[in-house]
Nanobody
Framework: VQLQASGGGLVQAGGSLRLSCTAS????????MGWFRQAPGKEREFVAG????????AYADSVKGRFTISRDNAKNTLYLQMNSLKPEDTAVYYC???????????????WGQGTQVTVSS
């Protein structure tokens, strides 16, 4: 699975962005998917995950109620809708894929290149 993230940018605090991740390869629809982020000087951290059918989702406590993960298997695309953005959400965001939710929320098999999100105060 090859992953390509897009949709990052500069936004003011309180604003919204939607990230997309396009996947190539035959197995997109059978993979759990997720988003991670890495801020300068910090370790990469889990943000959100979604099961292969989309029926199960998981979120980091820091983004619950503000971010929504979704997927469109017909379009081989993963999304992350980010609302009420805060300066502490500033990071490079990466999409990831794995064979199951437990895997994609901890140690994904596949990583895409990141997209920068910057939230100004």
């Amino acid at each position: 699975v090859q992953l390509q993230a897009s949709g990052g940018g500069l936004v003011q605090a309180g604003g919204s962005l939607r990230l997309s991740c396009t996947a190539s390869g035959r197995s997109f629809g059978s993979n759990a998917m997720g988003w991670f982020r890495q801020a300068p000087g910090k370790e990469r951290e889990f943000v959100a995950g979604i099961s292969w059918r989309g029926g199960s989702t998981a979120y980091a406590d820091s983004v619950k109620g503000r971010f929504t993960i979704s997927r469109d298997n017909a379009k081989n695309t993963l999304y992350l809708q980010m609302n009420s953005l805060k300066p502490e959400d500033t990071a490079v965001y990466y999409c990831a894929a794995g064979t199951a939710m437990w895997e994609v929320t901890t140690t994904p098999l596949y990583w895409g290149q990141g997209t920068q999100v910057t939230v100004s105060s």
